[in-house]
């Protein structure tokens, strides 16, 4: 049976403004959090009770796909070939539980291990972005009119005068939390000390809120190394859709698998994204990582 990619979308944009009430219904404290690893690894039942809820509307909806969610995955599950929503319920969970208003909701649907549609909203900010491939990517905020992204898509001029979302993640030792650092100062400090500045550097907890500003052209470019497929699976679709690039952290690869775990998202311009992917390339090096 053909899948209408669009109807996927339209169910999920529905789905998840009725999920964001579960959100905005909460009270959390960042006293009610449960660690998972470690103190910047973190849960909530709001967490949990979002992808219950997503998880059961989508399976009555389509009972055929396969579903993989931040709470419920289990170490070593592989997203196959098959139509699969990766999604997370809470994407930005710090700034949830500190009341910051930059955490969203986010799922996306990957065929053949590549994102189709997606569909990230921020409730707090009554912020959406939504993509099917093939059919572009939109922004809409309340009371205003849905925007096609770009918003903006002028020359990338190198690394520069670049505004990059970069984010930690939850390992605080070990390569990835290392090549995170390395990518941090090296672009923060001047030639003299060693580094190559730019502009500046943002760092808002949401991976998935930041590539979609990178799709929108607010931002430069995005860096993780050691986030999850659910961390950008949906935010991957629009940031294509728009134009932008999504390439591996390490030098070479321009066609990273959706379970890379390292992550360049690389705005949508007219001119110079392949030069600006092998400047940042060239602060990597060859550091190993995950
Ligand atoms: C986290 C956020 C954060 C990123 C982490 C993710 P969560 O997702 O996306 O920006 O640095 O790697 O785990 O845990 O809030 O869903």
């Known amino acids: 049976e053909e899948i209408s990619l669009r109807d996927v979308s339209d169910f999920l944009i529905g789905l998840v403004k009725e999920a964001a009430d579960i959100i905005l219904d909460a009270r959390p404290t960042t006293n009610t959090a449960t660690s998972k690893k470690n103190t910047a690894d973190i849960v909530t039942e709001t967490d949990q009770a979002v992808e219950k809820f997503v998880q059961e509307a989508l399976s009555r909806k389509y009972p055929t796909f396969a579903f993989v969610g931040e709470e419920s995955y289990k170490s070593g599950v592989r997203i196959t070939d098959q139509p699969t929503f990766i999604v997370d319920p809470i994407d930005g969970t710090s700034n949830f539980v500190h009341g910051f208003p930059a955490s969203c909701i986010s799922i996306g649907l990957v065929i053949n291990r590549r994102p ?3 569909v990230v909203y921020n409730p707090f ?8 491939q093939g059919e572009g990517a939109f922004t809409q905020r309340a009371n205003h009119p849905r925007q096609q992204l770009p ?16 984010e930690w993640g ?7 939390f290392e090549l995170n650092l390395k990518v941090f100062t090296t672009l923060s400090r001047t030639a003299a000390t060693g580094g190559r500045f730019v502009n500046s550097l943002r760092c808002t907890g949401s991976a998935a809120i930041t590539i979609c500003r990178v799709a929108a052209g607010q931002q430069e470019a995005f860096w993780e190394c050691g986030c999850w497929a659910w961390d950008v699976a949906a935010a991957w679709c ?32 007219v001119s110079g994204q392949e030069t ?9 090096g060859n550091d190993r990582s995950t």
Request: proline share 9%.
């Open 116 to 118: 189709v549609v997606g």
């Open 125 to 132: 900010q009554e912020e959406l972005w939504s993509a099917v």
């Open 151 to 166: 918003l903006n898509n002028t020359p990338l001029q190198g690394l520069g005068p670049a505004c990059i979302g970069i």
């Open 170 to 176: 939850s390992d605080r030792e070990g390569p990835n």
């Open 238 to 269: 629009i940031l294509a859709e728009a134009g932008g690039l999504m390439v591996d952290g390490h030098p070479g690869n321009w066609r990273p698998p959706i379970d890379n775990r390292r992550y360049l998202a690389v705005r949508p311009a």
């Open 276 to 284: 600006f992917v092998e400047e940042f390339w060239s602060v990597i």
